[in-house]
């Protein structure tokens, strides 16, 4: 492997959008504020945006309750470092606030039983929410880079594809039939569109049925503005604005799991620019000279983690399939979940330059 000649921190120096995606438990969250604390180090005011439920990253910048609203963790030289924990419900709110026509559709939207349950358990919110909350952050003029740290991989391609999926969704006809109420020579339309609804409220309830004809008309009118949302945010992740990093552990189920999330990451034209691979095997050094090493259960242990170490660098290989630049980071002993932690990563982001696999 050869040296790349850039840093991490480097390479998304000019991005305006970081996004961390990888499998869950391998560092995400740790290595998102760590890249944000990085930036920060190279004089960039630096954001860091979480949308893990577990609250990883609230716990590990010492912020018992990090709220919806961005907050200064610390200054780091001429840089600094903030972070804000996505409220998807919270978001939703401010977003019926802005596009809504008047204060009237505001209460009946806010006020409506479906609204409330919806922004909490409709599948997809938390990612229309993140993509929205990251537009927000991307317009405030207090940040240079956004670092996104994200849910396990499964929803990663879910939270890029989100903005496409809002806007085939507000496409949908049934979607647009419940908003706009059709032109008197669309009657039988209607007419079917109500004998369905009857036979869905047999099912559901009809006062379920009604809190959803009552939401969706409530709805008429923003659509527009969270259409042309998405539509900015689409953009702006396929943008060279925005920079791409696959996390992941040299463990062989997060290494599958990383690979098969590059591969549909490739084929859905998105470009991955950098790859992590954290909680590599330290390096001990050499051990101290012993003629009778297979019996030393020390020493023996000292070799077995040399050779792990080498087969941990050795299989990041596989994922650096676009020959994407390669940053190690050792697992870190001791106690690594509070600031610490993350000083010590973002160290290694900062200053280690990355490695070109099979260059
Ligand atoms: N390089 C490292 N060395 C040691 N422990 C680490 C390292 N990176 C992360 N951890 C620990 O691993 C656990 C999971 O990290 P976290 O960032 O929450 O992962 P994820 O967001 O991918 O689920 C945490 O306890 C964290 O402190
Ligand atoms: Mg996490």
């Given at each position: 492997m050869t040296a790349s000649g850039r840093t991490l921190a480097q390479l998304f120096s000019n991005k305006r959008i970081v996004i961390c995606l990888g499998?869950?438990?391998?560092?995400k969250t740790t290595s998102a504020a760590a890249i944000a604390y990085a930036e920060a180090s190279l004089s960039k005011r630096a954001c860091v945006v979480t949308i893990d439920p577990a609250r990883r990253l609230a716990s590990a910048l010492g912020l018992a309750d990090l709220g919806n609203q961005a907050t200064l963790v610390t200054k780091v030289g001429h840089g600094e470092l903030w972070a804000t924990m996505l409220d998807a419900h919270a978001t939703f709110d401010d977003m019926v606030r802005k596009y809504a026509t008047s204060t009237e559709q505001v209460d009946r939207i806010l006020g409506n039983r479906l609204y409330q349950n919806l922004t909490t358990s409709l599948s997809g919110t938390q990612e229309y929410m993140a993509m929205e909350r990251l537009y927000e952050l991307y317009e405030?003029?207090?940040?240079d880079i956004i670092v996104v740290d994200t849910p396990p991989s499964i929803s990663a391609l879910d939270f890029l594809d989100a903005p496409k999926r809002l806007g085939s969704f507000l496409d949908n006809r049934i979607f647009k039939l419940l908003i706009k109420p059709p032109p008197t020579y669309l009657k039988p339309l209607s007419v079917a569109t109500r004998a369905l609804l009857k036979t869905i409220s047999k099912v559901v309830g009809a006062e379920v049925v009604d809190d959803a004809i009552q939401f969706f008309e409530s709805f008429a009118g923003i659509e527009d503005g969270f259409r042309e949302r998405a539509n900015e945010v689409e953009r702006l992740l396929g943008s060279e604005e925005t920079g791409i990093v696959v996390i992941t552990s040299p463990r062989p189920q997060p290494m599958s799991e990383a690979s098969g999330l590059a591969s549909r990451l490739r084929t859905a034209n998105r470009q991955v620019n950098a790859i992590v691979v954290n909680r590599i095997t330290p390096d001990f050094g050499v051990p101290p000279a012993q003629t009778d090493s297979d019996v030393d259960p020390v020493i023996k242990n000292w070799l077995a983690l040399a050779a792990q170490r080498v087969a941990d660098l050795k299989i990041s290989?596989?994922?650096?399939?676009?020959g994407q630049p390669i940053l190690f980071i050792d697992e870190i002993?001791?106690?690594?979940?509070?600031m610490g932690g993350i000083e010590a990563i973002a160290k290694v982001v900062a200053t280690v330059e990355m490695d070109l696999a099979g260059a």
């Open positions: 499998p869950g438990g391998v560092g405030d003029d207090r940040f290989s596989d994922l650096a399939t676009d002993l001791g106690e690594v979940s509070d």
